[in-house]
């Protein structure tokens, strides 16, 4: 699909830009402006070597402004891959520069920051869409089909299990601060929990069993499904198996039988430009139910005696 549209991206330098600027060039549009506070971005010379660039959000926001006198060079889009805790700003900003705007996940940290943002859809006209890159999986879209197929009344037994083994640079980075990044269960969860929704339907029932800055375990129950769930940045949860041989462990066990979705990720991105650009996007609402999920689990009372509890916790509870 060849679309033409100028895009601007923010974050440029961050570790999921790559996929965004691919995205961007893959689906036929123009990468015209970029911006991080960091320059390590020579990423930018194989696929937009003719973008702009600035490390001052004033001086790239000048810029997007005076791209604005002519049609031609008038920014249509914002991609958004700055830290957690700038998204929902600079997903404003984006707006108020008559763009619409394409933000990476987590999109906001609760849901008056969502509001917020859709306030400032209204006041400017355009939209926010979110990368819920899941919902374009085959796996899990089969998946999907196959819960829908069966009756109504009927709930799965769902374990999901993510360890992706990070080193001490995360927790000295902005990641490692909560305030930044609302914690691992946020960073590197919100897309599982709206995968979850996407396919169970609406949520009913959501404990914590474990949080800590490394890991976070719990027990959700939606109306097709129970589920436990695992997310893990240490290395030493890695399964027996797994460990010395892969550093990040998924997997999706439904009713007792493995969810195989290990490969197809690497084109997800570029689907969703696709979905978005031609006006099938994930918005605001989309992303509302995986929002309020991070948001109640980072307010939770961590409750160990609740029952259903993951397996790998087995080995951290004392």
Not at 44 to 66: G, N
Not at 109 to 134: F, K, M, N, W, Y
Not at 209 to 238: M, N, P, T
Request: some cysteine; glycine content about 6%.
């Amino acid at each position: 699909m060849t679309t033409n549209k100028n895009f601007a991206l923010i974050g440029a330098a961050g570790y999921i830009a790559p996929r965004h600027m691919r995205a961007i060039k893959d689906t036929g549009n123009t990468l015209a402006v970029a911006y991080d506070i960091n320059d390590s971005v020579g990423i930018i010379d194989s696929l937009s070597p003719d973008a702009a660039f600035f490390t001052e959000f004033e001086s790239f926001y000048e810029h997007a402004h005076r791209l604005r006198r002519s049609s031609a060079t008038a920014l249509n889009y914002v991609s958004i891959c700055s830290p957690n805790h700038l998204h929902h700003a600079h997903s404003a900003a984006g707006l108020r520069l008559g763009c619409d705007v394409i933000c990476e996940k987590p999109l906001v940290p609760s849901l008056d920051a969502l509001d917020e943002l859709t306030r400032v859809e209204s006041e400017t006209g355009q939209r926010v869409c979110t990368i819920l890159q899941l919902r374009h999986h085959e796996a899990i879209l089969k998946l999907r089909d196959k819960v829908a197929a069966v009756p109504a009344d009927t709930k799965f037994d769902v374990d999901l299990s993510y360890i992706t083994s990070r080193g001490k640079w995360y927790l000295a980075s902005w990641k490692g601060d909560p305030r930044k990044s609302f914690g691992v269960a946020t960073n590197i969860g919100v897309h599982f929990f709206d995968m979850l929704h996407f396919i169970f339907g609406k949520l009913q029932v959501n404990v914590v069993h474990w949080s800590a800055e490394s890991k976070a375990a719990g027990f959700l129950e939606y109306e097709r499904a129970r589920v436990r769930w695992f997310l893990s940045i240490d290395a030493d949860d890695l399964p027996p198996e797994v460990k010395g041989k892969k550093t990040t462990y998924r997997s999706i066990t439904v009713n007792g039988g493995e969810l195989e979705f290990s490969e197809g990720f690497t084109d997800l991105h570029t689907t969703s430009y696709r979905e978005i650009l031609a006006g099938r996007g994930y918005g605001l609402q989309d992303a509302r139910q995986a929002v309020e999920v991070v948001q109640a689990i980072r307010s939770a009372r961590v409750n160990p005696s609740h029952s259903e509890h993951h397996p790998f916790l087995k080995g951290l509870r004392t």
